[in-house]
């Protein structure tokens, strides 16, 4: 009898490979349990207010540092990341080093194709579309491959090279509003909840 066959005959019997128990609980957040929150950490009405207002304050200081410039793009990406940090505080994607690492990587790309697009194709529309599309990719892979996944960031690689003239204002701009972010995420954590 082989390995295989014994594994067949022991599914669905106790301490057979089908009786694996339930999945390992993740201590950062209750959305990766299968248990119910207690009802003294739920939500409450001041929780939904308070911490909107906190994503109303980080975006709305971005757009007062950005005021008319071409990198209105990057308060897209902004106000992802508020949503994320403030109504989902506890999930994994909120993370203080997944937000600034995602932010970190994705300039690093965004600029790198932007430095392409602003001295190699400096009046080229086709070569933003190219470099703008490669910005994205490259950010992708570089999140991948440093463990620092923070959707939203992908879209400050996409803001970079679309304003490559203003590629430091951006830049600046997105990792002080990941970094502000995260701050207030982790300083209020005891009293932050999932919103959703």
């Known amino acids: 009898m082989t390995d295989r066959d014994r594994d067949a005959d022991n599914v669905g019997t106790p301490g057979g490979p089908a ?3 339930p999945p390992p609980r993740d201590a950062y957040g209750p959305e990766d349990s299968f248990e119910k929150e207690p009802s003294w950490r739920r939500p409450r009405a001041v929780h939904y207010v308070a911490q909107s207002l906190l994503a109303t304050l980080v975006v709305g200081a971005a757009l007062l540092i950005l005021q008319g410039s071409a990198g209105m793009v990057v308060v897209a990406s902004l106000g992802s990341t508020s949503f994320l940090v403030f109504a989902r505080p506890k999930t994994y994607g909120a ?3 997944m937000v600034i690492g995602g932010e970190l990587v994705c300039v690093a790309c965004g600029a790198a194709c932007a430095v392409a697009c602003g001295f190699l194709f400096p009046e080229s529309g086709s070569a933003v579309i190219l470099l703008s599309a490669a910005a994205v990719g490259l950010a992708t892979l ?3 491959l440093t463990d620092t996944e923070h959707a939203p960031a992908a879209g400050v690689a996409l803001a970079m090279v679309i304003g490559h ?3 430091l204002e951006i830049a600046s701009v997105a990792v002080a509003g990941a970094v502000i972010a995260s701050m207030a995420s982790r300083l209020l954590r005891p009293w932050m ?3 959703t």
């Open 165 to 167: 003239d203003e590629m």
């Open 193 to 195: 909840r999932d919103l």
């Open 142 to 144: 570089g999140m991948t």
């Open 19 to 21: 009786d694996a128990g």
């Open 95 to 97: 993370r203080p080093h």
